[in-house]
């Protein structure tokens, strides 16, 4: 995907004018949008997973495996580039995961998940 591409899409979903100049935050999150691309084209490796573990990429990154939507969690299971080992763990764990209506908002904002005393950063 090229950033014309991204930038066109970013622009239908918030139902903005194609002439609509970008603000500093609609560019930055473009730009994270366009890294998480780039990351997508390697696999990702890591030994151990657990429900505590971090997620190393994606819109998870950075928080524990046991948060994760279960529709990510099968989107996930689909692609070719994760990590083996990953897989196995997500698919053994499927109960594990709940569905959520809007995990992210807009900008990628976490809604707060008071059933597991996570909050939203």
Not at 15 to 27: S, V, W
Not at 92 to 119: A, Q, V
């Amino acid at each position: 995907m090229n950033r014309d591409f991204i930038i066109s899409k970013y622009k239908k979903d918030r139902g903005l004018k194609a002439d609509y100049e970008l603000k500093t935050g609609d560019k930055l999150f473009i730009d994270g949008v366009m890294d998480e691309i780039k990351t997508m084209n390697t696999t990702y490796k890591r030994d151990g997973w657990s429900l505590d573990s971090l997620m190393t990429f994606g819109k998870y990154k950075g928080f524990h495996i046991s948060i994760m939507d279960k529709q990510y969690v099968l989107w996930l299971l689909s692609k070719d580039n994760i990590d083996n080992e990953l897989k196995d763990f997500l698919s053994e764990n499927l109960n594990s995961f709940r569905y959520l209506i809007n995990p992210f908002k807009g900008g990628g904002d976490m809604i707060s998940r008071t059933d597991t005393g996570f909050g939203g950063c």
